[in-house]
């Protein structure tokens, strides 16, 4: 498949084929603890030079604003945040603890900060791509990767690392649109009960109840305890 194709197929746990097309803009227009709670379920893809890497979105966090001390927003737009404050759909990347990318899109109408962190990927197809990336592959480029799927995409900066997610490369990239190798799409996947609970991994407003995933599922990332 060539960068660009807005209709791949991809292969979920059954193996029925489903057909993803990219979320509207609009979608992302709306409150981060709206948008947080609907993406779960849809599917981020990295569509790149003839390869596809795709896993479905199985927990998020909100972050609001200026009104929420956890949120880069909150002290103001900067250069570094701007992303954040508009349009909506766009990627926010950050680099974190001097090791980790973080992947979040941007919320609101444009000039209202917002935006959503991607904390867990369920992966579809792309395994080998991924465990290349997260440098698992144990026998070499040509090999296949045997270990547990978890260690790809269960947790942000394993799912930014699988998906050669970077500050450089992917900040302010469209996230609704095919025409970006990275974006969000949709099919007709039905997505189980949704569960909410506080944020992990800060400590201003960390008792929000503003992090959303799909209950049961084992990509959900922590301990099983947080699942």
């Known amino acids: 498949m060539s960068k660009g194709c ?4 991809l292969l979920d746990a059954d193996s029925r084929p489903r057909s993803c097309h990219p979320l509207g803009r609009e979608f992302f227009a709306r409150p ?3 948008v947080a709670r609907e993406l779960l379920g849809k599917v981020l893809l990295r569509v790149e030079d003839g390869e596809i ?31 954040l404050f508009g349009p909506p759909g766009y990627a926010y990347v950050y680099f974190i603890y001097g090791a980790h990318y973080c992947l979040n899109v941007s919320c609101e109408q444009e000039g209202k900060a917002g935006g959503v962190l ?3 990927l369920e992966p579809l197809i792309g395994m080998e791509a991924m465990a290349r990336a997260r440098k698992l592959m144990t026998h070499g ?5 045997a270990g547990d799927l978890r260690l790809l995409t269960s947790g942000p900066g394993r799912l930014a690392a699988a998906f050669g997610i970077t500050r450089l490369r992917d900040n302010g990239c469209d996230l609704t649109s095919p025409d970006s190798s990275l974006w969000i799409g949709e099919d007709d996947f039905a997505k189980a009960t949704v569960k909410v609970g506080p944020r992990i991994g800060i400590t201003k407003a960390a008792a929000h109840p503003l992090r959303f995933f799909l209950a049961g599922n084992r990509f959900v990332s922590g301990p099983k305890s947080w699942r």
């Open 141 to 145: 480029a040509g090999g296949h990767f």
């Open 32 to 34: 981060p603890r709206r």
């Open 118 to 120: 991607f904390r867990a």
């Open 53 to 83: 890497r795709a896993g479905r979105i199985v927990e998020t966090e909100a972050y609001l604003g200026a009104n929420d001390a956890a949120a880069h927003s909150a002290a103001g737009k900067t250069a570094r945040n701007a992303v």
């Open 6 to 9: 807005g209709d791949p197929l």
